[in-house]
């Protein structure tokens, strides 16, 4: 697919640019500002870090870490919470808002959201990601972007892409087969650029097999442009640009932030020297002013936003993101009118850690904290409150904490333990070395369970941790990742029922690191992290082991109970529609996530035991009784072929696995599926099997393999025995070499031409 013709209007104020005009256009001319040029009537665009609340800074203080001060806004719950609400219309919400809250500041376009995979639960940056599902970040991503768009706001879908560690960021390089790369980091990029159009493309400051992304030909013009039909801008990550010149003709649009001019007279001077064609600087240049017109056109001077109810929405979406990972005997939820003896124990409860560190921390408007909220949510409760473990306080008395924290817990009806990582633990800019808690808070809960079996613990993390060794000795678990400014309310909310835990795992809580599927690659030898799981990331990866995990991809309770039953398919060239009952078997109104799952048994190429291709959510009242259904959309049925540079759908029975999670499978139906004309045709360097297993090759060998077993009679290979096994991975160019096999050169030949016939083999 080529470019859109650019607008008259573009073309005429293009026409009337100088060289160096053109070429300033393409690179910042501030921290979060593009150039203007007022006599063209091409006014600035105001950009500002996302994606979870906006980072408005002054250019004077401008910085791209979170080091600096910035503008108060909503700072609502991260990806790694908004995921796990598994609600597509909840992040439109979150959209809108936050475009509301950019205009009222001047802010055109805002840096988000991020779609990278969770490849490894190390990244330091996952709290930025939804998810190590590419179809589970693609459609949040997509109604995320939906929303803020809609308000008149543009987003900078990022990083692009497979930038999925820190480690080595700005140079590493991330080599991936053809296949997980198009099936599982490029994806959810898809998703987003055909369904919801970002006014941005972000690229990535890493390597991608070899070549950095922000002069990479293939990735920013071939796939995003070529094959996908992306007509917005592409923008460098802030300082990701190695080679101005490359970088541009690769098809990178906007450097970003200012280069102090470097940039623009390596540019002038390319073209000068005829080593970059003007139509080149010409199409970036336009891309920017269109850019810059239609945010002018959503500007709205003088807008404000309602900031009591971002800070609702912000505690809504916590109380729907927080996960209830075990809930034994029915501790939660705790009666607020009860005379209870309650314990809160761990300075998160006091000092919140709401949101992770770097480009993305926000000033919040206000801070809810837990310890405050739980105190006003139990008005007849006694509430007693100790810190229980230092926070990156290498001074503190550890021992005096836990040894006040255990007496409290000691003389409590029910203890609330706040466990979690500390900010230096995980940030932008370096990944983590392990999944432990801090030793202090694992040896506080050691002596708290010891003294008071009533304990719930409550997690802060924007990574998963290792919850092996210690969560058998407690019985309620709500992780509650990072919650954003309201978190505090929303976590009360959950723990005395004002709110329904209705959270999902968008990632697997592994027993232990030496289990993850990029373990023995990460982060990667002398420059390059080689991805060789291949397609086996996050839950792809377990389940096919059958690996044993502390919980699945899906997971999560509630505090009532969800029956299935009714299962219907229906299938069509559209793809699948699936439709299944759901009721709520229990007291209490509550959301439930129904999720379905493809398996492609008998295929041809290799294929994880399932994947996730859709999911609903469904909000229903105690012994309501809804259907739901999921609508799998034909392409998301495809495999990605290397050989024919093609997605391609089996001719084969799939099979739709129903449930609450990967491992939670409540029922299932065979699917017939009318597969795609073959892409790529087997020749005489394919292997027998190679042969047999091709849906257009295999019938034409089969017919003369048929041939060949008359003739030979007893002395052709048995089915499934050594022989046959063997004469399997020959290539067909050498069954005419064997003394025993009745076949020669043209026999084959005719056998390839049959097959490379318009009307293939014989029926």
Request: aromatic content about 6%; glycine content about 10%.
């Amino acid at each position: 697919m080529t470019d859109t013709p650019h607008p008259t209007g573009t073309t005429r104020t293009l026409a009337a640019l100088s060289l160096e005009e053109k070429a300033a256009l393409t690179t910042g001319a501030g921290w979060w500002h593009t150039a203007s040029l007022p006599q063209a009537r091409i006014p600035p665009v105001r950009l500002s870090d996302g994606p979870h609340g906006l980072r408005v800074q002054d250019e004077a203080a401008a910085d791209h870490l979170g080091l600096n001060h910035s503008d108060a806004a909503t700072c609502f719950p991260p990806a790694v919470t908004l995921a796990c609400s598994w609600d597509a219309e909840l992040a439109a919400r979150v959209g809108r808002a936050l475009a509301r809250e950019s205009l009222a500041h001047g802010v055109h376009v805002l840096l988000g959201p991020g779609v990278n995979i969770k490849r490894s639960p190390l990244c330091g940056r996952n709290f930025e990601y939804f998810s190590e599902d590419p179809l589970l970040s693609g459609v949040l991503g997509t109604a995320w972007v939906n929303g803020l768009q809609a308000e008149g706001v543009g987003a900078s879908v990022k990083h692009f892409a497979v930038n999925n560690q820190e480690t080595d960021r700005m140079t590493v390089s991330a080599d991936v087969d053809p296949r997980p790369l198009h099936e599982i980091y490029l994806r959810a990029f898809h998703r987003v650029v055909t369904e919801a159009a970002p006014w941005t493309v972000m690229c990535a400051y890493n390597r991608v097999n070899g070549v950095h992304a922000s002069q990479s030909p293939w990735l920013l013009t071939e796939v995003l442009r070529k094959e996908w039909g992306y007509q917005g801008l592409v923008v460098s990550d802030w300082g990701a640009v190695v080679d101005r010149v490359r970088a541009l003709a690769a098809g990178l649009d906007l450097e970003m932030p200012s280069s102090s001019g470097v940039g623009p007279a390596q540019v002038v001077a390319a073209v000068e020297a005829g080593r970059l064609d003007e139509e080149v600087l010409d199409r970036s240049a336009a891309r920017v002013i269109e850019l810059a017109r239609k945010a002018a056109e959503g500007s709205r001077p003088g807008a404000d936003f309602d900031a009591d109810r971002h800070h609702g929405l912000a505690r809504e979406v916590a109380a729907r993101g927080a996960v209830l990972l075990k809930n034994e005997g029915g501790l939660l939820p705790l009666d607020p009118t009860a005379a209870l003896r309650i314990a809160v124990l761990g300075e998160f409860a006091r000092t919140p850690r709401y949101q992770g560190e770097g480009s993305s921390r926000v000033t919040p408007t206000r801070l809810d904290d837990a310890l405050t909220a739980i105190t006003a949510a139990a008005p007849a409760a006694t509430v007693a409150f100790a810190p229980g473990f230092p926070v990156d306080d290498p001074h503190a008395d550890a021992d005096a904490l836990r040894g006040a924290a255990v007496r409290a817990a000691a003389a409590a009806d029910v203890t609330v333990l706040f466990l979690g990582l500390p900010p230096s633990y995980e940030s932008e800019g370096y990944d983590r070395d392990h999944l432990e808690l801090p030793a202090e808070q694992i040896g506080l809960l050691d002596e708290v369970a010891a003294v008071n079996p009533n304990l719930v613990v409550v997690l802060a993390n924007g990574g998963v941790v290792r919850l092996a060794g210690w969560i058998d000795a407690v019985p309620a678990v709500l992780e509650g990742w990072l919650l954003g400014q309201a978190g505090g309310s929303a976590t009360a909310d959950l723990l005395f029922g004002a709110a329904n835990p209705s959270g999902r795992l968008a990632e697997t809580i592994p027993l232990r690191l030496a289990d993850t599927p990029a373990h023995l690659d990460w982060p990667g030898h002398n420059g390059h992290a080689r991805y060789g799981e291949g397609l086996f990331v996050g839950y792809r990866y377990y389940d096919a082991r059958e690996l044993e995990v502390s919980f699945p991809f899906g997971h999560g309770l509630s505090y009532t109970t969800f029956a299935y039953e009714n299962l219907r398919t229906t299938s069509d060239d559209a793809g699948l529609a699936v439709t299944v009952a759901v009721t709520n078997t229990g007291d209490r109104a509550g959301h439930e996530v129904v999720q379905a799952y493809l398996a492609v048994p008998g295929s041809r190429v290799q294929r994880p035991v399932r994947e996730l291709k859709g999911f609903a959510v469904a909000h229903l009242g105690p012994g309501e009784t809804a259907d739901v259904t999921l609508r799998i959309a034909r392409a998301d049925l495809a495999h990605y072929d290397p050989e024919a540079h093609a997605w391609v759908v089996e001719d084969i029975d799939h099979r739709l696995d129903i449930g609450g999670s990967s491992r939670d499978i409540r029922l299932t139906a065979t699917v017939a599926v009318a597969g795609d004309p073959a892409t790529s045709l087997p020749d005489a360097d394919s292997t027998v099997a190679q042969w047999l297993a091709h849906p257009v090759g295999g019938p034409a060998i089969t017919e003369l393999l048929s041939t060949v077993r008359e003739s030979m009679g007893d002395g052709y290979p048995q089915e499934d025995s050594p022989r046959h096994r063997m004469m399997a991975q020959l290539r067909l160019s050498q069954l005419a070499q064997l003394p025993i096999v009745p076949v020669g050169p043209d026999d084959l030949h005719r056998l390839i031409a049959t097959v490379n016939s318009p009307k293939g083999p014989s029926s």
